[in-house]
């Protein structure tokens, strides 16, 4: 792959640079999957690392937090209630506490990880959800509205899930024709986009159970793909082209007749796994096998996607986890961050833009999603849709106590769901329980930090009083300068020198 070198764009990414952590700092003696599913086989939040591992009779994935560093004892306990290995790992956005598991046995799962991680092995979750006749491989929280999950299997099924009540609430059965390679909610969570073996890509309006918009042959190689849906309505794509190259395309919805942009990589087989970080509006490639991360920036310059850098190390990748932005080290100017799997390690990977100065640079930082919920569910499935509720870095980034936090009262009992039906479905809604079999809430929001949060609003005060008694000092200081210029200036304009 080619780049022109021509007049240099300006952009405040052009210098981003990646550096792997020290070893102490990696965690080692994770035995990651050798599960053959194209996934990232990692999910990290800024409370902990999610890996799905190798398991003997059946599939368990390993949680530990996010400052853990070393080696892992293979006694540690795992979240190991899968009867078949576990395919897709996701982490709740508006919960780091709750993480969702997909896998071959045909059902989803959904845990409530302790804070401080696990002290013994996890074998019940708190919700089972049951919908697809055959494994499922895919998971997407939807970013703005409460405990909503949308699935997709190889039964070539989607569904979406009503988390807090165990409840499947869509079905599409119909949309699909063979099976789902990916799937991505756009930024208000009204509708998604997906790709397909059959090598079209797809808007689709998950209430209405409506396809929006197709394109056929969106890339004409027979390898995986994937899409996501960028911040301004725009969709980027990655997969093959007929000789085999990996190709990346980006694609307006309003005209899907041909792609915005095209760029070839190279001839690697490794399918191209992209991240998106709608705050900068960059793009990151990981290709599975490969031994580097590409970066790219999306603009509404032509030719709209800007090649910027790579990271290369002589160790292939198995997966990689990246860090919502909320987790990132804004001293340090870290703008991403990822978990990049070895065949027996995890190694931290930071991306960082180099500035002189130690204060906040908010031109790097604007204001990003926070863990707080537009939207209850139940506010989404009656129609409304609403942009992610952002919150400032400046300072770092503290979460702050839900009010949502009574939405799951008991483990609903959930009867198997026909998966050849294509609408809505209120089946599974839960029995009563009585009160000694409640069990741990979907809802419920620990936040490690919040006895620490007076401390650090203190020490905040106190450094902006100091800044602003030496700014104060300044100001003084300068105008009895100006003071004292005026009269030189006034005898020199009166002749007295």
């Known amino acids: ?121 996890m ?15 895919i998971l997407a929280w939807h970013p703005t509205a409460f405990n909503i999950l949308m699935t997709a299997g190889c039964d070539n099924v989607i569904c979406v899930w009503n988390v807090g009540t165990g409840e499947l609430v869509y079905q599409l059965s119909d949309a699909h024709p063979d099976m789902i390679y ?18 079209a890509l797809r808007v689709i309006d998950p209430r209405r159970g409506t396809v929006l918009k197709v394109k056929e042959k969106v890339h004409d190689g027979t390898r995986p793909m994937r899409a ?13 082209s007929r000789m085999s190259e990996r190709q990346m395309a980006l694609w307006d919805p309003k005209d899907l007749s041909e ?7 190279d001839t690697s087989n490794g399918v191209l796994l992209p991240f998106y970080d709608p705050d900068t509006n960059m793009v990151y490639l990981c290709g599975k096998g490969d031994c580097t991360i590409r970066y790219f920036e999306v603009t509404d310059e032509s030719p709209y996607v800007h090649f910027l850098s790579l990271y290369s190390s002589k160790e292939p990748q198995r997966g990689a986890g990246f860090l919502s932005k909320r987790g990132v080290d804004v001293n340090k100017c870290e703008i991403a961050r ?44 009656a129609g409304q849709d609403a942009p992610p509720l952002l919150v400032s870095l400046s300072g770092g980034y503290a979460a702050p106590q839900s009010k949502h936090r009574e939405i799951l009262k008991s483990k609903p009992k959930l009867a198997p769901q026909d998966s050849g039906n ?19 809430r979907v809802a419920t929001r620990e936040t490690d930090g919040n006895a620490e949060r007076p401390k650090r609003e203190e020490e905040l005060l106190n450094e902006l009083l100091a800044e602003m008694k030496a700014l104060r000092a300044v100001v003084l200081a300068q105008s009895q300068r100006i003071e004292l210029l005026e009269r030189q200036l006034a005898r020199i304009e009166d002749g007295d020198v």
């Open 1 to 121: 792959m080619s780049f022109r070198r021509g007049v240099v764009r300006q952009s405040k990414f052009r210098h981003v640079f990646a550096q792997a952590w020290k070893a102490e700092h990696c965690i080692d003696d994770i035995r990651v999957s050798r599960v053959t599913w194209d996934t990232s086989l990692c999910a990290v939040n800024p409370k902990f690392i999610a890996v799905i591992i190798e398991s003997g009779g059946g599939g368990a994935f390993l949680v530990v937090p996010i400052s853990k560093a070393g080696r892992i004892d293979q006694s540690s306990p795992t979240v190991c209630g899968h009867l078949a290995p576990v395919l897709d790992i996701q982490w709740s956005p508006h919960d780091d506490n709750i993480i969702a598991s997909a896998s071959e046995d045909c059902t989803v799962k959904v845990w409530q990880i302790p804070d401080g991680g696990l002290t013994s092995p």
């Open 123 to 137: 074998t019940e979750a708190i919700v089972t959800l049951e919908g697809h006749s055959k494994r499922v491989g």
């Open 182 to 199: 990916s799937v991505c909610w756009n930024k208000d969570g009204s509708a998604v986009c997906t790709v397909c073996k059959d090598k």
């Open 228 to 240: 996501v849906f960028l911040s301004d309505g725009k969709i980027l794509t990655t997969g093959f």
């Open 259 to 265: 792609p915005m942009a095209v760029q070839e990589m």
């Open 338 to 381: 990822f978990y990049k799997l070895h065949e027996r390690k995890v190694e931290p990977i930071s991306m960082t833009v180099p500035r002189k100065s130690d204060l906040f640079q908010g031109d790097l930082y604007p204001d990003t999603a926070g863990s707080e919920p537009a939207l209850l569910a139940d506010e989404w499935i």
């Open 422 to 440: 294509a609408t809505p479905s209120n089946a599974a809604a839960p029995t009563s329980h009585s009160a000694e079999e409640e069990v741990p």
